[in-house]
């Protein structure tokens, strides 16, 4: 998971930055922002870290190479949690809250020092992820249509490609959901206007070119009012 999420960033942009010996990543994005990455397979892990996240934010600090006095409130630290799939699934399926969601919760309502998100994942979308390493954009041309959107809905579990890309955009807030998903639906907007549009001529025998023609003798008229009159009545009486 740790190549698949690292090439979501631009390589040029990573830090070198180490927290004790913790699997992570550290990468700076646009506008003065900063991603510190954790990548960890505990409940346990994730609740340390979170305790210590004042001492992180410390070594930060004093990493005189790489500290920029930017990270103090641009930093986003994104904890990578593996979990089972009992655990991932199970508030939708029981319909209450599960202890690893409130663990979550706790977690990321904590705004002191970075913000946090924790970005949870089963071992399917690991290695769905492990698949697709470098290949994000082509992911979305293949996954965010409307069809993998109703196998979402009707499906969540067996459609646990769908919604490993959308947590993804949850979690990762400088990946742009309206940029993929809206450049795969503009064609399919266009010819659904398009052809619906001409169905409506069809199904009403309307003579397009009559249209046009007529749409060009009104232009010419527009100004004249008492020849606009007497193009309307003309309309009537045809009708």
């Known amino acids: 998971m740790k190549e698949f999420i690292n090439a979501l960033f631009d390589e040029k942009n990573k830090i070198d930055f180490q927290y004790m010996d913790y699997d992570m990543s550290f990468y700076s994005g646009e506008f003065r922002s900063y991603y510190l990455l954790f990548y960890i397979s505990t409940t346990e892990e994730l609740i340390k870290l979170w305790e210590n996240t004042g001492d992180i934010f410390k070594t930060m600090k004093q990493s005189t190479s790489t500290y920029s006095v930017d990270m103090d409130k641009n930093t986003m630290c994104i904890y990578c949690l593996q979990t089972t799939d009992e655990e991932y699934y199970e508030t939708g399926k029981t319909g209450t809250i ?76 400088f990946l742009n959901f309206e940029k993929y998903y809206m450049r795969n639906q503009k064609e399919l907007q266009y010819r659904s206007v398009t052809s619906f549009v001409q169905e409506k001529f069809n199904d009403n025998e309307i003579n397009l070119d009559k249209v046009r023609e007529d749409m060009e003798s009104l232009e010419t008229i527009l100004d004249d009012e008492d020849a606009l009159f007497k193009w309307l009545d003309q309309q009537i009486e045809l009708d």
């Open 98 to 173: 599960s202890e690893l969601s409130k663990k979550i919760s706790m977690v990321e309502e904590d705004l002191n020092y970075f913000a946090k998100h924790v970005f949870l994942y089963t071992n399917k979308m690991k290695q769905f992820a492990v698949q697709h390493i470098g290949n994000f954009e082509k992911l979305c041309e293949e996954y965010l249509t409307k069809e993998r959107f109703e196998d979402y809905k009707n499906d969540i579990q067996n459609s646990y490609e769908y919604d490993f890309i959308i947590n993804l955009f949850i979690k990762f807030p």
